[in-house]
């Protein structure tokens, strides 16, 4: 299964045009409109899917960091991502089991002990690490979610976790729904 994956992600990568974005409820006017004069590093695009998996499937390659959301006929959308830096890299099948907006974060246990100065909680707004949406990956600790850090999109830096920009992240949201099959693949 691997391997067809991988050859459909090669195909769609290939394939691509611009999606128009879908309005999002509005966050930081302020923000939106400054960022109105910037280009998004990785742009979301549709791109052409000869994958079998049913519209709405998620399908995450960590090695393109990609995300794309399978829009059936053909097609998905194409995300960029930030995922999980070596030794935090993971791949595997999960069901999205709760959606937040504006989540709060709590630092788990093991991340506290590599990071001591990190704090026991951050509530949910504009500076929290997890950003404007996140989707919570089964039982795991693992989330897609948004990034005030837009840098990080494209990179391998997270603790295991996938990044959107808040934009992408929103836009996603929108169209996926709690219980939702994730495929992260390498």
Partial sequence: ???????????????????????AAAYNPIAEFFGLFSTQAIPRQLVSWPGREAPGTVVVST???????????????????????????????????????????????????????LPHHIPGGPDNPLGARALYLGSSLYRIHGSNEDHTIGAASSSGCIRMTNADVMDLYQRVRVGTRVIVVR
């Avoid at 391997?3 to 128009?20: E, K």
């Avoid at 097609?75 to 930030?82: N, P, S």
């Avoid at 595997?92 to 590599?114: D, F, H, S, V």
């Fill in 63 to 117: 090695s393109q960091r990609r995300l794309y959301y399978v829009l059936g006929g053909g097609q998905a959308i194409r995300y960029g991502v930030g995922v999980g830096r070596e030794g935090f890299t993971w791949s595997g099948t999960k069901l999205i089991t709760a959606k937040r907006e504006w989540p709060g974060w709590t630092p788990p246990p093991a991340m506290r002990r590599r990071i001591p100065s």
């Fill in 1 to 23: 299964m691997s391997r067809t994956i991988s050859a459909l992600l090669f195909g769609a990568a290939l394939a691509a045009s611009t999606v128009a974005a879908t309005p």
